[in-house]
């Protein structure tokens, strides 16, 4: 659908997007995700048109559309701060590319009115964008780039000037009008939850270049670069023994690992390669469980501080040598774990179905 | 897909629109007959009713800033921080000037001032208080503008919090605050006050020399010297607008400068 | 606190005896004839000598402000899209330069420049064989203000809209093309209804500047043209008569006229999408 192929961009003395490739299939949703200045945007743009590229091309379908202008792109944007034309009305807005596409009267007004229903707007299709709200105004912006039917939808950071609340429904909203009309989206946005919510797959960007592409849940557990792992979330690094290397049923290479005499099971990505017998690996703090002290290989811990950060609480769990690690629990259980308690602490890998791990290598670990 | 060179041919036009009569000027006021001379800037220099107007005209103008500065700022600051609504009316009332230009005004003062106790047609006395109105609006923009850019009302509320008195808070925390903003709105009526012509003619009927009043005399006995003269208004401009200009340079508010540098026109015209 | 309320006192005084009352008296005398009441002055500015110069005056100051508010708009516009913050403030600090050289030495200047003995007449006569006091030019005469006018007009126009045009978002232009649209397309559907209220503005303001316009007019001109401002200046230092009453007749003409053209920028302003675009309410008009 989409092909960029070794895009480059310099502005001047600064080497804005380096070698960037991507292959999108269609109906796909991807998302550019990275700090500001990593490049994202620059790479939207050329897709849009707006920026030319100083090497590499651009392949719409078959087409190359490389060194087309915007208007012959026929792809449609929604710019982070809407633009939405502030003269006229969110109807004249969603109407304006078809008008340009010299559309039959009928033809317009029935579309208009199709994704006045879709966005939910019908009745403030009157409304200058001024006296709309701003996730109003998205839903406009997004039906206006929506409206003349693009094969490819780009979306520049499209929740970003929202409050919590609203882009929160917005990202709900977002997801169903993408699926329903099952259009290919580029998106680029700063907000890791927005993306790893979102996308089918993410493509991580730091200083010009792609740091690591994939699923939302390799890109979350299985990040490949430090900075991907500094990026999103936080990890607790942690150096385990390796046990055992099986293969799981769909061919996936499965550790089991040992540490502090708990034995765990570990979804090997291809990054991260054992050190000998030992493996350094980052795990999230939700990927840690409590159990009862001593219930079923856990290691013992003290729990040394608490906070409350809503639904989850975030432990500091002190382990058996004194380091301590983080650890997020719901807060609905929180209460049993007082500030000075003794816990077992357990891993599961979340990818890995519930309980997996490799019996006889358990036993084998734990003869006692 | 910018077209930048389109919009660099149309800012050629507009500084070529702008420079020529400033190039014919200057020539004009070097030429003798296709030789070059300094004549006409030496003849300037050398006549003392030059001299005299120029002194004139600084006196003049320095009686207008201090003027415009004890009478506008301590009212726009008291309304700025205690009564916004009278604050609103002083503004409003303000723009009045825009509609009395010079030549009304000069009519109606040569009538309101012509008889006792106020007779004060035929003596520079009014001056200073017509280039008071007519820089009052740009002046007050200026204040204000500094007003609200520079939290004002907040830091007089730390001073007067930590056990300052109004007085001092007044004098060591809000005058150095405001200090940019009068700077540049005591220039503004300082560059009024040097290039006035209409109401100096009109009410002290030429009696009193001022600049403007000697280049106009000056040009019609002797142009080449008019054109030396203008020349020097010319001089006066540029640095009073630079002074504007680096002041706020070094403020780094870039919008804020357009915004004051629009009042710092249409006056003079 | 109250107290500090006296600090108005001295200002409204000062608009009082300076502004307002003088204002009035030239209201009150152009009503004033040897008995009482009278329209007398109102029905000279009537004659054809004043009808004429009203009607002078505005046909010069329409036609040099509607050049001047597209010119300015035109080399706003040019400037906001160079994006080189060096030439903006270059071009602003000439166009205040200007502005403020405006009157007297502007009027010495284009005596200089395109008067009968001007530089750039002779330069024109001499090397390029084109003669443009034999083509009308006359610096005295309507072609000669037009001109002038325009370079004061110009500087202001640019100023007063560079902060509208600078507040035109980047992004409606780059909408417009991923919309499929042309710059023409943008330029009549976007920018010039958005910065329309601001060039109406403009328009007023630079319409009243030019009417009032009395120095540039007076020095270049003198006599030799019917202009209102002329006309108030003479009978005040009359070489001819002193009239006042005439004076002030012609004086509230002016005044209503330029009360209706700066009503122009005050309601635009007021109108401006570009001040309303923030707002978040939906209340908001």
């Known amino acids: 659908m989409l092909t960029i192929h070794q895009l480059n961009k310099r502005f001047d003395h600064l080497q804005a997007v380096k070698d960037f ?4 299939q269609p109906g796909e949703f991807v998302t550019l995700l990275g700090p500001s200045g990593s490049g994202k945007t620059t790479v939207l743009r050329m897709v849009a048109g707006l920026e030319s590229p100083t090497s590499g091309s651009i392949h719409l379908g078959d087409v190359d559309v490389t060194h087309l202008t915007p208007q012959k792109r026929n792809i449609g944007l929604v710019f982070q701060s809407y633009a939405l034309f502030p003269n006229m009305s969110a109807y004249e807005n969603i109407a304006f590319p078809l008008h340009v596409r010299k559309q039959d009267k009928h033809t317009i007004q029935k579309r208009v009115n199709e994704l006045l229903a879709l966005i939910g707007l019908t009745n403030r299709k009157d409304h200058l964008p001024h006296q709309l709200s701003g996730g109003e105004r ?35 909203t977002l997801k169903e009008i993408q699926r329903t009309l099952g259009v290919t989206t580029l998106m680029v946005t700063h907000d890791q939850e927005e993306a790893l919510e979102l996308s089918d797959r993410i493509v991580v960007m730091a200083k010009g270049a792609v740091e690591q592409v994939g699923t939302a849940m390799d890109i979350y557990y299985a990040p490949q670069t430090a900075f991907t792992e500094g990026f999103i979330g936080e990890t607790n690094p942690i150096t385990a023994e390796v046990l055992d ?46 159990l009862p002290v001593g219930g079923h290989g856990s290691i013992e811990a003290t729990i040394v501080d608490k906070l409350f950060f809503g639904s989850v609480t ?55 | 897909m910018r077209r930048k060179w389109i919009s660099k041919i149309v800012i050629f036009f507009f500084i070529l629109q702008m420079v020529i009569p400033v190039i014919g000027l200057m020539i004009f006021s070097i030429d003798n007959e296709g030789l070059f001379t300094l004549s006409s800037y030496q003849t300037l220099f ?27 700022t301590p009212p726009i600051w008291y309304g700025y921080l205690y009564s916004p609504r009278i604050l609103r009316v002083l503004e409003a009332m303000s723009f009045i000037t825009f509609v009395l230009p010079g030549v009304v005004l000069g009519l109606a003062y040569v009538q309101f001032f012509s008889n006792p106790p106020f007779a004060l047609a035929g003596t520079p006395t009014l001056l200073p208080f017509a280039f008071t109105l007519f820089g009052m609006p740009y002046y007050m923009q200026s204040v204000l503008n500094r007003l609200r850019h520079s939290e004002a009302k907040l830091y007089h509320d730390v001073a007067r919090s930590l056990g300052s008195s109004n007085l001092r808070s007044l004098l060591r925390v809000q005058v150095p605050l405001l200090a940019p903003g009068i700077l540049i709105g005591s220039i503004l009526v300082f560059s009024i006050g040097m290039g006035e012509f209409t109401i100096t003619q009109l009410t002290t009927g030429g009696s009193f020399m001022t600049l403007p009043i000697y280049l106009q005399v000056d040009f019609q006995n002797n142009p080449l010297a008019g054109a030396a003269m203008a020349v020097i208004a010319l001089l006066i401009a540029i640095v009073l607008v630079s002074l504007t200009l680096g002041t706020f340079r070094r403020r780094k508010k870039r919008r804020e400068a357009i915004h004051v540098n629009h009042s710092s026109v249409e006056q003079a015209v | 606190m109250r107290l500090g309320r006296l600090l108005f006192l001295p200002i409204f005084a000062f608009l009082l005896i300076f502004a307002i009352i003088p204002a009035f008296g030239v209201l009150s005398s152009s009503l004033t004839g040897t008995h009482g009441l009278s329209f007398t002055f109102y029905r000279q500015t009537f004659s054809q000598q004043y009808y004429n110069a009203f009607w002078t005056t505005t046909w010069l100051s329409l036609t040099s402000s509607v050049l001047a508010a597209i010119w300015g708009f035109v080399i706003a516009f040019a400037l906001v899209r160079t994006s080189m ?42 090397y390029l064989h084109v003669d443009i006091v034999a083509m009308g030019f006359n610096l005295a005469a309507f072609s000669g203000l037009f001109v002038a006018y325009l370079s004061f007009l110009t500087p202001l126009a640019v100023i007063l809209m560079l902060p509208a045009v600078s507040s035109l978002h980047q992004e409606w232009e780059e909408a417009m093309y991923t919309l499929g649209a042309s710059f023409f ?45 002329i006309l108030i200046g003479y009978m005040v230092n009359g070489n001819v008569s002193m009239n006042l009453g005439l004076g002030d007749a012609l004086s509230m003409e002016e005044m209503i006229v330029l009360g209706v053209s700066i009503s122009f920028y005050f309601f635009a302003q007021r109108k401006s999408l570009l001040h309303a675009r923030e707002g978040r309410s939906a209340n908001a008009t």
């Open chain 1, 21 to 24: 490739n991507l292959v999108m």
């Open chain 1, 138 to 172: 998205q839903r406009v912006a997004l039906a206006r780039a929506l409206s003349f039917h693009p094969p490819l939808l780009l979306l520049d950071e499209p929740l970003s000037a929202l409050d919590a609340k609203v882009r929160q429904s917005l990202r709900i």
């Open chain 1, 245 to 290: 290397v099986i293969a799981s049923p769909i061919g996936e290479k499965i550790y089991n690992l040992r540490w502090h005499h708990h034995v765990f099971s570990w979804l090997a990505d291809r990054h991260i390669e054992p050190q000998g017998t030992s493996i350094t690996i980052g795990i999230r703090p939700e990927s840690f469980h409590f």
């Open chain 1, 314 to 368: 975030r432990f500091i769990v002190k382990l058996p040598d004194h380091t301590t690690v983080k650890v997020d629990a719901m807060s609905a259980i929180s209460q049993q774990y007082p500030i000075g308690a003794k816990v077992g602490l357990l891993i599961t890998d979340p990818r890995l179905p519930i309980g997996f791990v490799d019996e006889a290598v358990t036993m084998t670990a734990n003869p006692s």
């Open chain 2, 46 to 72: 050398t006549d003392p009713s030059f001299l005299s107007s120029l002194m004139n005209s600084l006196g003049i103008s320095l009686v207008s800033v201090v003027l415009t500065i004890l009478l506008v």
């Open chain 3, 85 to 126: 913050t060096v030439l903006q403030r270059i071009i602003t600090a000439l166009s205040s330069t200007m502005a403020n050289f405006a009157g007297l030495p502007l009027a010495v200047a284009f005596m200089a420049t395109l008067g009968t003995s001007g530089i750039l007449t002779l330069f024109l006569q001499q």
């Open chain 3, 185 to 229: 397309l943008y330029l009549r559907k976007v920018a010039v209804p958005v910065l329309l209220p601001s060039m109406i503005g403009t328009l007023g303001l630079l319409f009243a500047n030019a009417f009032s316009t009395y120095v540039t007019s007076y020095e270049l001109a003198g006599s030799s043209i019917n202009l209102v401002p």
